[in-house]
């Protein structure tokens, strides 16, 4: 065979395989998938459309578990190092205060309310005492100031916690700390469409990394936790090589099919789907 074909054969076996390379999922054993698969985890909680139960609130989480649901839920840091459950960076659409998380310590956030209720901020301790393993738990860590403290703090929640858990970002690197430091957990990379990550103020350059899942290679997800609709080329292909295909936010049954979970809101499906 002539030189200049080998080159060029061995330059086109490259280039076919970067892209499995790029998007190739970790590898989850069975042991690990199972308490996960065919479940419908309510989104913050099993909360209201009216706001009477508020979303990430102790009673949406108690409801949620006394359903048989898994739960799903949203964890950041307070000022002084506490790990605490809220989905905004800041409080102004749930609290109607003008101030981020992380600028109040929790002794402060303890005493604001949710969306007008008697309802307060919980802690992860707090919201982990309440399930008490009920329901498989899915949590999703913020990307903030502090995400190696989050990583470490939430860690160490869930180590002592006898219950199924795993956890999700949508950031790669808060992922990646997961590959290199809790093998044991399932995890899952959050991801959208390059233009809903324009829509939420992001550049172009970073939501076309994100959406296509380019920093696979660091954080090598064991599921893609996708927004429901039109999915990025590869994020089809780390699904087809392997990863668990969970869709986010469903307000209807019908999206189940050809997903591993569903993260749901406004409605009460079956707590299993397989």
């Known amino acids: 065979m002539e030189k200049k074909t080998r080159t060029a054969l061995l330059f086109g076996a490259a280039a076919a395989a970067l892209p499995v390379y790029l998007a190739a999922p970790g590898r989850a054993t069975r042991r690990q998938r199972a308490p996960f698969k065919g479940c419908n985890f309510a989104h913050r909680g099993l909360h209201a459309r009216d706001k009477s139960v508020p979303e990430n609130s102790l009673e949406a989480f108690r409801l949620a578990a006394a359903a048989g649901y898994g739960i799903e839920l949203d964890v950041q840091l307070s000022r002084d ?4 459950v809220f989905h905004d960076d800041t409080l102004k659409r749930v ?7 992380d600028s109040l310590s929790y002794a402060e956030l303890s005493q604001l309310r949710l969306c007008g209720t008697e309802h307060g ?10 399930i008490r393993g009920r329901g498989p738990l899915l949590v999703e860590l913020k990307n903030g100031r502090r995400n190696r403290e989050l990583c470490e703090k939430t860690y160490a929640l869930l180590e002592d916690y006898r219950g199924e858990v795993c956890v999700e970002s949508f950031n790669p690197m808060i992922v990646a700390w997961f590959r290199l430091h809790a093998r044991d957990l399932l995890r899952g990379q959050l991801a959208m469409l390059p233009s809903e990550y324009r829509k939420e103020g992001y550049g172009g350059l970073t939501g076309f990394v994100l959406g296509n899942l380019l920093l696979n290679p660091l954080a090598r997800p064991q599921f893609v936790a ?24 469903s307000h209807e049954p019908r999206n189940e099919k050809g997903r591993d979970a569903v993260i749901f809101e406004y409605y009460k499906p079956k707590p299993r789907y397989r």
Do not use: H, N, Y
């Open 226 to 249: 996708f927004k429901i609709g039109r999915r990025t080329p590869p994020a089809r292909l780390c699904c087809w090589l392997g990863a668990m295909k969970v869709g986010w936010t």
């Open 121 to 130: 901020i919980p802690l992860l301790s707090q919201v982990l005492a309440v």
């Open 81 to 84: 190092g506490q790990v605490v």
């Open 95 to 101: 609290c109607g205060v003008d101030a981020r998380v």
